[in-house]
């Protein structure tokens, strides 16, 4: 596994808040909240972004989408509705180089770019 930042709140080196968890995803509270719900789904493997997204790690991107949805129901946001945001590359503000979505919910959220 990488010893970047997620990974290490993976490996429980670095604390995190969580909010669910099963064998292939961690959820956990962003640190820097910008809505009542801000959390972070991300796999249990060391995964840079979307563009490396393969046939060989695909179940676990599967698995987070499945996640959404318990996580929404966690957080008390699923039928109220929600924005997911998986920010990609330098241009899509990719600060920590670990796939992860952002779900944001809570509040009516403003316009969608
Ligand atoms: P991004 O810009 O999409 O790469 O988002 C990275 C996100 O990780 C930001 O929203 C940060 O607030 C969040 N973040 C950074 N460090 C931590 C941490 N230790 N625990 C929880 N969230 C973090
Ligand atoms: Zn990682």
């Known amino acids: 596994m990488s010893d970047c930042l997620f990974c290490k709140i993976i490996k429980g080196e670095v604390p995190s808040t969580k909010v669910y968890e099963n064998d292939y995803v961690l959820a956990f509270k962003d640190i820097h909240p910008v809505a009542p719900v801000h959390v972070l789904l991300i796999p249990k493997i060391h995964i840079d972004n979307l563009n490396c997204v393969t046939e060989d790690n695909i179940e676990y991107i599967s698995?987070?989408?499945i996640a959404i949805k318990e996580v929404a129901k966690i957080c008390g946001v699923k039928d109220e509705g929600y924005r997911v945001?998986?920010?990609?590359?330098?241009n899509g503000g990719q600060?920590?180089?670990?796939?992860?979505?952002?779900?944001?919910?809570?509040?009516?959220?403003?316009?969608?770019?």
Request: proline share 0%; charged share 20%.
């Open 95 to 113: 600060v920590v180089h670990h796939i992860h979505y952002h779900l944001i919910g809570g509040k009516k959220l403003g316009s969608k770019i």
């Open 85 to 90: 945001i998986c920010n990609t590359g330098e």
């Open 63 to 65: 698995k987070l989408q």
